[in-house]
């Protein structure tokens, strides 16, 4: 039996005090800072590209160089209209805002259960799922247009992408829920006492 709370009285025989874990908790806040800091990076990246009408030549040619190298013929035109479908699906923008607002979530998630408030892992986890749900979606969308305009190695890395973020925005929210799970981590949290009954 758990009991929350602490009325200044010392404990009933045959209970004991958990000992309130303090780096577990942040430690699980600093990897969920730079994981929402790198989210934040790759929704800049997606909201950019849906502003943009045509890529520099220069640029898509860097890109496809190395499918090309690999048995690929993908042209500039094929990739300006990959680009396109991508872009007037709402692809790039979905993904983008979707990563944005977990981003957000998961920064500030990070900060304040860095500073032991239970709260911030539940926005860390709430964090996830919306980057997870958006970013999966974008990137299948994404996949799609490359399935038409460009096929071979890229259509693959498309692929590739989407199973990747679904995985790694999972363990982040199992990450941001360990905390809540952990009996010394979740003592720590709030400043709230956690008394556990001790079976004979």
């Not at 998961?106 to 860095?114: D, H, P, V």
């Not at 239970?118 to 979606?137: D, E, H, R, T, Y």
């Not at 973020?165 to 709230?192: E, F």
Request: with cysteine.
């Amino acid at each position: 039996m758990i009991l929350k709370g602490d009325d200044g009285r010392s404990p009933p025989a045959g209970i004991s005090m958990v000992r309130p874990d303090e780096k577990g908790p942040k430690t699980v806040a600093i990897f969920l800072l730079f994981g929402g800091l790198l989210l934040a990076l790759f929704s800049y990246e997606d909201l950019v590209s849906a502003q943009i009408e045509d890529f520099n030549e220069e640029d898509v040619l860097a890109i496809i160089e190395t499918p090309n190298s690999q048995g690929d013929n993908i042209s500039v035109t094929e990739f300006q209209l990959f680009h396109d479908e991508s872009r007037d699906s709402g692809a790039y923008t979905l993904r983008g805002y979707s990563l944005a607002i977990g981003s957000l979530l998961i920064i500030s998630g990070a900060i304040a259960l860095f500073k032991l408030h239970s709260w911030g892992a539940k926005f860390a986890i709430v964090g996830a799922v919306i980057s997870g749900l958006g970013g999966f979606q974008g990137t299948l969308m994404i996949k799609d247009a490359s399935d038409i305009h460009l096929g071979g190695t890229m259509s693959t890395a498309y692929e590739i992408t989407s199973y990747l973020c679904g995985i790694c925005l999972t363990l982040c929210g199992l990450i941001a829920l360990l905390p809540l799970l952990n009996a010394s981590a979740k003592a720590a949290l709030d400043r709230s006492p956690i008394l556990i009954h001790e079976e004979e």
